[in-house]
């Protein structure tokens, strides 16, 4: 079975320009996350979903940042405007319902990003 | 809120030897999982090793094994006969009420 896919895997951007990262989950998951990695803050849980419905975007920095998943098998992460801050590499994971929540994160290979 | 602690940033352990990564949390729940994943150099993170709270048994999944000590919220991940390529960054991480919450990391270098 295909993994957790995510692209692009490398984007090179300059601040001010839009960013669109992608996350296809692993089929019959129904939770996704998104996190940002960096050295500064480590791995920070930026939203996540339950059967395609946010459920926590607490950990969106800002406004600039937006996530979306219109089905089951398809989520997008936007940064509009980029900022040099938003330097990262961002992580989309898919898991499946177990007992009383989430079961284990299943991860795709991340998206690193470098706003110049 | 949950909280993941993991107070060792680096450690270091001899090829072959066992070492031992701590990792302390809190959490209101009474049932939830908790996981250590590794994440070598090429940066994919990967499932080592799942525990049940309501279990008693310590997971162990070959060379990897749990010290669960459920009162005290501490699930310490020790890794026996280490290989190089346990080299990795490794994070605690549990996943009460739908909420995965994950530590700082802990570096582990192997010495060959």
């Known amino acids: 079975d295909a993994g957790v896919i995510q692209s692009p895997r490398h984007e090179v951007t300059e601040m001010g320009q839009e960013v669109t990262l992608r996350c296809k989950p692993i089929s019959g998951h129904d939770y996704l996350f998104w996190y940002r990695q960096t050295m500064m803050r480590g791995l920070e849980l930026l939203i996540y979903?339950?059967?395609?419905?946010?459920?926590?975007d607490s950990g969106m920095p800002e406004d600039r940042f937006s996530a979306k998943m219109p089905n089951a098998s398809f989520s997008t992460l936007k940064i509009q405007p980029s900022e040099p801050r938003d330097s990262a590499v961002y992580f989309c994971?898919?898991?499946?319902?177990?007992?009383?929540?989430?079961?284990?994160?299943?991860f795709g290979e991340g998206s690193r990003l470098t706003v110049l | 809120a949950q909280t993941v602690t993991q107070s060792q940033p680096e450690m270091s352990v001899q090829e072959a030897e066992t070492v031992t990564l701590s990792c302390t949390y809190d959490?209101?729940?009474?049932?939830?999982?908790l996981f250590w994943y590794k994440q070598p150099p090429s940066r994919q993170m990967i499932l080592v090793i799942r525990q049940e709270a309501y279990k008693q048994q310590n997971a162990t999944e070959n060379r990897f094994s749990v010290n669960f000590q459920k009162a005290a919220k501490s699930f310490s991940l020790k890794i026996s006969d280490s290989q190089l390529g346990d080299a990795a960054m490794y994070f605690c991480?549990?996943?009460?009420?739908?909420?995965?919450?994950f530590g700082k990391g802990i570096t582990l270098s192997v010495r060959p």
């Open positions: 959490t209101s729940e009474s049932d939830y999982y």
């Open positions: 994971a898919s898991s499946y319902m177990r007992l009383v929540g989430p079961g284990e994160l299943f």
């Open positions: 991480d549990t996943g009460a009420n739908s909420k995965l919450t």
């Open positions: 979903f339950n059967n395609n419905v946010p459920i926590d």
